[in-house]
C-alpha cells in the first residue's frame, strides 16, 4: 500500500477524507476541527498524549506524530486496526444489534480472568461494537474499569465500516506514527523545540454535579490538572509549543493566566443526560 505521503495531491485528499475518527468519544473534537487548525503551528513532530477519538490527530494526519492515551481499551482498538485490520472486520461482521447479545459482550469485564484470556482482536472489536451500540455512544467506566453504559437501541448503528477502518490502518502504518499508552508526562518525554503539542485532557468540571470522569477508572481530577499545567511551562521552557483544550472555569482561566486564552463555543452531543448536551463555552490555550 502506497504511504499517505508518497501519494498525489488528488489521490491523497481522497484518502485522508476517508482516514476519520471511528469511535465517538465524549469531548471529541470533530465539530470543532476546523477552529482548532486555525491555530495549529509549523511543528517538527506532533504529539497528542489524550487521544480519546483522534479528531484532531486524523484531520491532520501528520508525517510524524506520537500519539497516546492512559485508557488500555482505547490504544488496543488503534493498534489492532493497524496490525490486524481483516480480522477485525471479520470479528465485527459477528456482532448483534440486539439487547440481550450487548450486555452479553458489556459483561465480558467482569470476570478478569476470562477477559485477560480474550485476543487483542475480540477485545478490540468489543470496544468498537460497544460504543456504537451504546447509549448516545458514552464510553464510561466505574471504579472497577468495567463498561457501565447501557444499550442504544438504534436501528442502524453501522458497527462495520470497512472503509474507515482500512483508510486509518494504512495511516497508522506509517512509519512516523508511534503508538503508546501510559501517562501523558512520560508520552512527552521525547518532545523537543520545535516539535508541538495538542492537548485534550478530561476536561474541569463546570460544576460538581458535572463532574466526568469515567473515561479511565484511575479519574483526572484538579491534581492532575495541576500536574499537567506543571508540564505545560516545561514546554514552553524549552521551546516546545502547545495548544490545550479545556472547560472555560475560572480554576482554568487562573491556572493559566500566564498564557494566551481564546473562548469558543462547542456543542456537546455526548452526554449521558440530556440537560447537560447544547452549546457551552470552551477555551483553547497556547504559548505562541
Not at 489524550?50 to 490504544?75: C, K, W, Y
Not at 482500512?166 to 503508546?180: E, K, N, Q, S
Amino acid at each position: 500500500m502506497v504511504l499517505l505521503n508518497e501519494m498525489s495531491g488528488k489521490d491523497n485528499t481522497l484518502e485522508k477524507k476517508s482516514v476519520v475518527p471511528i469511535l465517538k468519544w465524549v469531548g471529541g473534537k470533530r465539530q470543532l476541527f476546523n477552529e482548532i487548525k486555525k491555530y495549529i503551528p509549523e511543528y517538527k513532530i506532533y504529539y497528542e498524549p489524550f487521544l480519546g477519538g483522534g479528531a484532531v490527530f486524523f484531520g491532520l494526519q501528520p508525517e510524524r506524530a506520537v500519539i497516546n492515551d492512559i485508557n488500555t481499551s482505547l490504544m488496543c482498538v488503534y493498534q489492532v486496526i493497524r496490525d490486524h485490520t481483516d480480522e477485525l472486520i471479520e470479528e465485527l461482521k459477528q456482532h448483534k444489534n440486539e439487547a440481550d447479545y450487548f450486555y452479553k459482550i458489556r459483561n465480558w469485564d467482569r470476570d478478569k480472568e476470562a477477559y485477560d484470556r480474550k485476543s487483542d482482536i475480540q477485545k478490540a472489536s468489543r470496544i468498537i461494537y460497544l460504543n456504537k451500540t451504546c447509549y448516545n455512544g458514552l464510553f464510561r467506566v466505574n471504579r472497577a474499569g468495567e463498561f457501565n453504559t447501557p444499550f442504544g437501541r438504534y436501528k442502524n448503528p453501522g458497527i462495520v465500516n470497512e472503509k474507515v477502518l482500512r483508510a486509518m490502518a494504512d495511516y497508522l502504518r506509517h512509519p512516523g506514527i508511534t503508538l503508546m499508552n501510559t501517562d501523558f508526562e512520560e508520552a512527552l518525554r521525547g518532545s523537543q523545540k520545535g516539535d508541538f503539542v495538542y492537548f485534550d485532557p478530561p476536561y474541569d468540571p463546570v460544576s460538581d454535579s458535572a463532574n466526568f470522569t469515567g473515561y479511565d477508572m484511575r479519574g483526572f481530577d484538579r491534581e492532575e490538572q495541576k500536574r499537567l499545567k506543571l508540564l505545560c511551562d516545561v514546554l514552553n521552557k524549552k521551546g516546545t509549543k502547545f495548544l490545550l483544550s479545556n472547560s472555560a472555569t475560572d480554576f482554568i482561566f487562573d491556572l493559566y493566566k500566564e498564557y494566551k486564552i481564546k473562548i469558543i463555543k462547542a456543542k456537546r452531543s455526548v452526554n449521558s443526560r440530556a440537560d447537560r448536551r447544547g452549546e457551552v463555552d470552551e477555551v483553547l490555550i497556547r504559548n505562541y
